[in-house]
Nanobody, 124 residues
């Protein structure tokens, strides 16, 4: 069993930066891929970024490529999402999720474990 807790969300002006974290419990977490997804009001949950268990492969949605960076520290069993050059359209609840197959899928149903989410609001 893996439990995920996101933190680091908040309010930031357009063009600013935030780093959200996903802290995990469970000794097998280091073998899981982790993805970040977001959901804005009235919209479906969408893929943002993913990282494989080793950190050797990362994947990004086109909307965030070049602005967001996903990374992980398996010793701290934490995954980070560094968000730079934030835009108002990045406003959403951000969720991290763990995929025991370790593939880093863009599909939400591939992930077995989810955090409760953290709100990111970007003002114009």
């Amino acid at each position: 069993q893996v439990q995920l807790v996101e933190s680091g969300g908040g309010l930031v002006q357009a063009g600013g930066s935030l780093r959200v974290s996903c802290a995990a419990s469970g000794r097998t977490f280091s073998t899981y891929a982790v993805g970040w997804f977001r959901q804005a009001p009235g919209k479906e949950r969408e893929f943002v970024a993913a990282i494989t268990w080793s950190g050797g492969n990362t994947y990004y949605a086109d909307a965030v490529k070049g602005r967001f960076t996903i990374s992980r520290d398996n010793a701290k069993i934490t995954v980070y999402l560094q968000m730079n050059s934030l835009k108002p359209e990045d406003t959403a609840v951000y969720y991290c999720a763990a995929d025991p197959w370790g593939l880093g899928s863009k599909i939400p149903s591939a992930y077995d474990y989810w955090g409760q989410g953290t709100q990111v609001t970007v003002s114009s």
